[in-house]
C-alpha cells in the first residue's frame, strides 16, 4: 500500500533529569527496558538477537538488542539501562552495551550486549514472559490484527499496566515499515511491537507518531504509530555482514 504522510514526529523521550544510580536493583536487559545513550537520549529497547556465526569463524557470536537508529548519533556509544520515575525524571542504572550496527536505510540500530551481562539476558517482551514466539512477516501478519506494546513514553511511563499493556491494530506492513492505529508518545522510540493474533510474533519497533493517509482509502486523516519491521530490518542487517537469529521464548 502506498502511504503519504504529512506529520511523522520521533518518538525520543524528554526525560532530561537523571538521578543517582541504584546500584542495589537487579537489572535485566530484555525487550522493553528503558535505556540511556551516550549522547543523552532516551529509548526502549526492543528485540534480543544471537549473531549467526559460521562454523569456520574463530570467534564468539554476539548477541545484540535492537533500538531505533534515532536513539543514537553514532556507533560506538555506550548504553546504560535508565528506569523512568513518576515525575518527568529518571534513574541512571548501569552500562551494559555499546552501538555496534546502524540501518542506513531503516530507522533501526543494533546494541552489542557486553559478554559479562549474557546470563542478565531476557528475550521475553516486558510484562509478557510469553511474547515473541517468532517473527511476524508479510505472510503471516493481516490488516487488523492485535498488536501488543511495551515502552515507557512520557504519560505512559507512571505504571507497569500502562508500560506494558497497551495494544493496538495493525493497518498497513510492508515488510520494511508498518503502520498500526495506537498510541505512542515520546520515550516509547524502539520499543517492540508484537503481534498477538500472530501467535505472540515479534512484528517490529516504534519509531515515530504518524498523521496522514494510508493509501486512497475512504477513512480520511488516519493518525497512529508508524514503525520498523523486523523482517525487513533483519534482511537489511544480514545484508550488511550480520545475521541474526531472534531469540525467542521457551516452549
Do not use: K
Not at 89 to 96: A, I, L, V
Not at 195 to 212: P, Q, Y
Request: a negative charge; one cysteine or more; charged letters at 15%.
Amino acid at each position: 500500500m502506498q502511504r503519504v504522510t504529512v506529520l511523522v514526529l520521533a518518538l525520543l523521550s524528554p526525560f532530561v533529569v537523571a538521578t543517582a544510580p541504584d546500584t542495589a536493583r537487579v537489572e535485566t536487559v530484555q525487550p522493553g527496558a528503558f535505556a540511556l545513550f551516550e549522547d543523552g537520549d532516551l529509548c526502549t529497547l526492543n528485540w534480543v538477537f544471537d549473531e549467526v556465526v559460521p562454523a569456520a569463524a574463530d570467534r564468539d557470536a554476539r548477541v545484540f538488542i535492537g533500538t531505533a537508529a534515532h536513539c543514537t548519533s553514532g556507533v560506538g556509544q555506550t548504553v546504560a539501562l535508565a528506569t523512568p520515575s513518576i515525575a518527568v525524571t529518571f534513574e541512571t542504572g548501569p552500562t551494559f552495551g555499546r552501538v555496534a550496527h546502524i540501518d542506513d536505510d531503516l530507522d533501526f540500530a543494533l546494541v552489542e550486549i557486553d559478554p559479562s551481562w549474557h546470563d542478565r539476558v531476557d528475550p521475553s517482551m516486558r510484562g509478557h514472559p510469553d511474547i515473541p514466539t517468532g517473527v511476524s512477516t508479510t505472510a503471516t501478519a493481516a490488516f487488523g490484527d492485535l498488536l501488543q506494546l511495551s515502552g515507557n513514553g512520557i504519560g505512559y511511563h507512571h505504571s507497569a499496566p500502562t508500560r506494558e499493556q497497551r495494544v493496538a491494530a495493525l493497518s498497513t506492513n510492508s515488510g520494511r515499515w508498518f503502520w498500526a492505529f495506537g498510541s505512542a508518545t515520546p520515550g516509547d522510540s524502539g520499543g517492540p511491537v508484537a503481534n498477538l493474533s500472530d501467535g505472540g510474533t515479534a512484528l517490529g519497533l516504534a519509531t515515530a507518531i504518524a498523521v496522514g493517509y494510508v493509501d486512497d482509502s475512504t477513512t480520511g486523516l488516519q493518525a497512529g504509530i508508524n514503525g520498523v519491521s523486523i523482517e525487513g530490518a533483519m534482511a537489511d542487517a544480514a545484508g550488511d555482514g550480520i545475521e541474526l537469529r531472534l531469540r525467542t521464548v521457551p516452549g
